[in-house]
């Protein structure tokens, strides 16, 4: 008979949002490293996944993980919180002494069991994509972007005319990106054909909640995370770590070692267009002087305010103890990298030379197992 597992570890998606569809997880390769890594390190938990509404507002989102750790985490003993891009700010929400969320599920009960709360690639201080793509031409990107997201994650590739239609519509001015609301929707159904009938209904089903509930993308600005802050506290009795995500500022140079493969090219160009969406607000300087000599470390250069992942500025990641700080694209940490050599496979999303591979991967998530096992056990401090 199996020891009980001591602790839960829940895994919070970003606004992607999708935890499982069907035999594809958002942190399958996450959920597997870290639960031997673990469990390498004397620590046997319980892995929950949270379901949460893709860009619902960030009350319904912690709201929801609450819901999950309520059904899932029944036996005793500590969370600990790992939330990716958006499911990062669902975590220290949830945490937040005093906050009100829309669940029956015991708030207050949930935190106090809560040791730790890490955050990958989170957008502590905004991020103007989510800027970018909050309008009604915006929510038709974004629902095409995800499509393109999970067709090169579950397939391995993306058709040729998605790629060149998304890095035009992309780079173009807004009021002639609405000229091509027609084209998108047909690559975007044109993307839907490639899988199955099953697969493609779940698809729908979750890029519809992309379309119908916008809330998150006017939360996720700058300035509406300027006053998330000032509302957001974190809890003496909680720990909190990051992960730092930079991507490799797209240069001539990485155009050319692209090569000539034309899917390689408009990978490459589709990259540039986010890089530079991302950057299009510097990001708020306000790492500490501990944190800037971390990531100087780790870089070899410290961050620029423009310098980002591809989604999220560098500077924005920052929230309590940097874990690691890696060479990487937003997706590319959670496993979503090009390693067809690994059984299940992995998949990249985005060419940006950046150099994450599994060696990174690992070096990562042991940081993160690290700062779990090391809190896992300690005595709570007061509230």
């Known amino acids: 008979m199996g020891t009980r597992p001591s602790g839960h570890v829940v895994l919070v998606p970003g606004f992607f949002g999708f935890a499982n569809l069907g035999d594809f997880r958002y942190f399958g390769h996450v959920e597997r490293y870290l639960r031997d890594a673990l469990a390498t390190r004397g620590l046997d938990v319980r892995v929950v996944h949270a379901p949460v509404p893709p860009t619902a507002s960030l009350r319904e989102r912690a709201a929801a993980v609450a819901d999950a750790i309520a059904m899932g985490a029944v036996e005793p003993g500590g969370i600990h919180l790992v939330g990716h891009s958006t499911g990062g700010l669902d975590a220290r929400l949830l945490v937040t002494p005093g906050v009100t969320l829309p669940t029956a599920a015991s708030v207050e009960g949930i935190a106090r069991r809560v040791r730790s709360v890490v955050t990958v690639a989170t957008p502590h201080h905004g991020t103007p994509t989510a800027s970018y793509f909050n309008s009604r ?12 997201t999970i067709h090169a994650i579950r397939l391995g590739g993306v ?6 239609a998304l890095a035009e519509a992309l780079a173009l001015p807004r009021r002639l990106t609405e000229l091509q609301g027609g084209l998108i929707d047909s690559v975007y159904q044109g993307i839907l054909q490639d899988f199955s ?5 779940q698809i729908v089903a979750f890029l519809g909640q992309v379309i119908g509930d916008q809330a998150l993308m006017a939360q996720l600005g700058p300035e509406a995370m300027d006053l998330f802050d000032a509302r957001t506290s974190d809890r003496r009795s909680v720990r909190y770590g990051c992960v730092v995500t930079r991507a490799r500022p797209p240069r001539l140079r990485g155009m050319m070692s692209t090569g000539l493969s034309p899917s390689g090219q408009v990978g490459y160009a589709l990259y540039r267009v986010l890089h530079g969406i991302a950057a299009a607000a510097p990001a708020a300087a306000r790492a500490t002087s501990e944190q800037v000599t971390t990531l100087t470390r780790a870089f070899g250069t410290a961050p620029s305010t423009t310098d980002n992942d591809a989604v999220v500025p560098t500077l924005s990641q920052v929230h309590g103890e940097v874990l690691a700080a890696v060479w990487a694209d937003h997706l590319d940490v959670i496993g979503h990298f090009g390693d067809t050599g690994r059984d299940p496979p992995h998949h990249d999303w985005l060419m940006t030379h950046s150099a994450f591979d599994r060696h990174a991967f690992a070096r990562t998530w042991d940081a993160v197992a690290d700062f779990i096992v090391r809190h896992h056990a300690r005595s709570k401090d007061a509230q």
């Not at 031409?137 to 393109?148: D, E, F, P, Y």
């Not at 058709?159 to 060149?164: D, G, R």
């Not at 009938?197 to 209904?201: G, P």
């Open 137 to 148: 031409m915006g929510q038709k990107l974004l629902q095409l972007v995800s499509a393109i």
């Open 159 to 164: 058709p040729l005319p998605a790629m060149v």
């Open 197 to 201: 009938a099953d697969r493609r209904a």
